[in-house]
C-alpha cells in the first residue's frame, strides 16, 4: 500500500478523518506532522513565519516522511496528516514516491463551526490566512469536499478513493 497524506486548510476534517482510515486497517499507522513539527521545544517556528518557519516546514515534511517509510518497509500502511503548499507535495512525491495527496475542502463558515468544537492554536487571523493560502494549492491528486458530509461519509470517501 502507499502512503496517504491527507491536507487541507484547518478544521477539514485531516486528523479525525486520517485517524479514523488508518484505524480501519488491518495495521495502519496515522502520522500528524504537525506533532512531529511541535518536537522542536525552543525556537520553533510556524510554517508561515518567514524563512525559519519555511525551513521548519520542509524539515517536517523530511522526518514525518523517514518514519513514514520506515513503517512502510515494515509492512505498516500511513496516513499523514499535513498542510501542504506546493513545494511540500512535491517534497512529499520526491521522499515517498507513491504517495496519494488526497485534499480535503470545507466550507469556510463550516471550518469556524468546527474550530469552535476544539481547542485552537491558532489566532482569527492566520486561522482565515490558511484557508485562503489553500486555494492557492494545485498539487493535489484528488479534492473532496467535506462540507455537507458525515464524518463516517468523508472517511467512506477517502477509503474508497485509497483503493
Not at 484547518?10 to 513539527?37: H, M, N, Q, Y
Not at 463550516?110 to 493560502?133: I, S
Request: with cysteine; aromatic share 4%.
Amino acid at each position: 500500500m502507499r502512503a496517504l497524506v491527507l491536507t487541507g486548510a484547518p478544521a477539514v476534517g485531516k486528523s479525525t478523518v486520517g485517524r479514523l482510515v488508518a484505524t480501519e486497517r488491518p495495521l495502519a499507522a496515522f502520522i500528524d506532522v504537525d506533532d512531529v513539527r511541535h518536537l522542536v521545544v525552543s525556537g520553533h517556528a510556524a510554517p508561515w513565519e518567514g524563512a525559519e518557519g519555511l525551513r521548519q516546514r520542509r524539515l517536517g515534511v523530511r522526518n514525518g516522511c523517514a518514519v513514514a517509510g520506515n513503517l512502510l518497509a515494515g509492512g505498516i500502511d500511513v496516513v499523514i496528516a499535513d498542510v501542504l503548499t506546493d513545494d511540500t507535495a512535491a517534497l512529499y512525491r520526491e521522499l515517498l514516491p507513491e504517495v496519494l495527496i488526497v485534499e480535503l475542502a470545507v466550507e469556510f463558515g463550516e471550518a469556524e463551526r468546527r474550530a469552535g468544537t476544539r481547542p485552537v492554536h491558532l489566532t482569527p487571523g492566520e486561522f482565515r490566512e490558511l484557508h485562503e493560502r489553500q486555494g492557492e494549492f494545485s498539487a493535489g491528486d484528488v479534492r473532496v469536499d467535506t462540507t455537507g458530509l458525515s464524518v463516517r461519509d468523508a472517511v467512506a470517501r477517502v477509503r474508497e478513493i485509497w483503493r
